[in-house]
């Protein structure tokens, strides 16, 4: 074993640590929001821990925290349920190849890398703290503020590590674009307000709503596992906006039709079966999913070095999807295994064998 590969190694071995504290801290969290809002906490009897160690014995960084608080949301005992600790400190690290990730993470690079694919219009690009065009042109600073003050708005974001959607901004005119440039720094994209599709819109209107479409590859082949709607809190631009109490954003399972299902949820747990807005959400379905199916499939074959995807599409006004990026480093778990059951559904014992066997992909 040479030197790049030792260290490698010791890098994952300690972010599995630092995830496995993450992921102690964040159970704490959630169990806080469920007595929070009432939710109560189950236990797992003798019968179901079994069930789950049928399946997962043999990892020793599982535990039973995923399974039971998404059946105390739920009511819905699943002993497949992927406990988070595990998918985020062994499983994830053998699916996405962390010496590849932080690169192809680099969202100034999204179209570039798959120039066919429609990506949200990138207006301009920061890249290790110089300023490019969309065609990756060096611009001037002062040239790019007089043309985005002619905007009515646009939107910024950081394009690295900005998971969760932080750092996420909707600017509008008027404001000191100095400042707001001045405050990201470096390593930032300026991209065009999407206008999306009505049917999206209903769910709430002043965020961009999002379709999560997590997709596999083994051996080459893609299949598509699982997708579900993310829609933002009234009055948030950002669709992933996570407040205090759990009650900013919901998620809507999708079915494989591209339906939506009959309950969401928000991210403390609970239970809903409208929008916040009084919007049904059951049946409606979703514009052009078996076109985002067919870019999924055609897309990920080309991300190698990653089994794991966590696509997020956005649909236009005239029904055509675009992506606003795709997410290859701690993809979401627990929101998405509330409303649509276990993160890897049927290939969850695939995805177990390979770990426990090592073997490739």
């Known amino acids: 074993m040479d030197t790049t590969q030792l260290f490698d190694k010791f890098y994952v071995f300690l972010m599995s640590k630092y995830r496995s504290f993450c992921c102690n801290k964040s ?21 179901q821990k079994e069930q789950i160690d049928n399946i997962y014995k043999g990892f020793g960084k599982y535990d039973y925290n995923t399974h039971r608080l998404v059946y105390s949301t739920t009511n819905r005992f699943d002993p497949y349920i992927m406990p988070e600790k595990l998918f985020r400190t ?8 962390p010496s590849f990730k932080n690169a192809w993470s680099d969202k100034s690079y999204f179209d570039f890398f798959f120039p066919d694919v429609k990506f949200v219009n990138t207006i301009y690009r920061n890249i290790a703290g110089v300023l490019f065009d969309k065609d990756f042109n060096k611009a001037d600073k002062q040239e790019a503020i007089t043309f985005l003050q002619q905007l009515d708005s646009f939107v910024i974001k950081p394009s690295i590590d900005n998971g969760i959607g932080k750092g996420v901004r909707l600017v509008k005119k008027g404001e000191d674009l100095d400042k707001v440039l001045a405050s990201y720094g470096k390593d930032y994209v300026i991209q065009e307000v999407f206008r999306q599709h009505s049917t999206l819109s209903q769910f709430n209107k002043s965020s961009v709503n999002i379709v999560r479409y ?7 082949e893609v299949y598509p596992v699982m997708a579900a709607l993310r829609c933002g809190a009234e009055g948030s631009f950002n669709d992933n906006c996570i407040t205090e109490d759990g009650m900013g954003m919901f998620v809507i399972g999708i079915d494989n039709d591209g339906k939506l299902k009959s309950e969401a949820f928000h991210s403390c747990g609970k239970k809903i079966n409208r929008c916040p807005n009084g919007t049904e959400f059951n049946g409606v379905t979703i514009p052009s999913f078996d076109k985002m ?4 499939k055609n897309v990920h074959k080309y991300l190698g070095h990653f089994g794991f995807v966590g696509w997020d599409f956005v649909v236009d006004e005239n029904g055509t999807p ?9 993809p979401g778990v627990l929101y998405y295994q509330y409303a649509n ?6 290939y969850t014992q695939t995805v177990l064998d390979y770990c426990k066997n090592k073997k490739k992909l």
């Open 90 to 97: 062994e499983v994830e690290l053998k699916l996405n190849s």
């Open 341 to 346: 059951g276990p993160l890897l559904g049927k």
């Open 214 to 220: 997590i997709s596999l590859m083994i051996d080459g």
């Open 27 to 47: 159970n704490k969290h959630y169990r806080k929001l469920l007595k929070m809002h009432n939710i109560p906490y189950k236990k797992l009897s003798k019968q």
């Open 293 to 296: 199916t067919k870019i999924v």
């Open 322 to 330: 675009a992506i606003m990026e795709y997410n290859i480093k701690g």
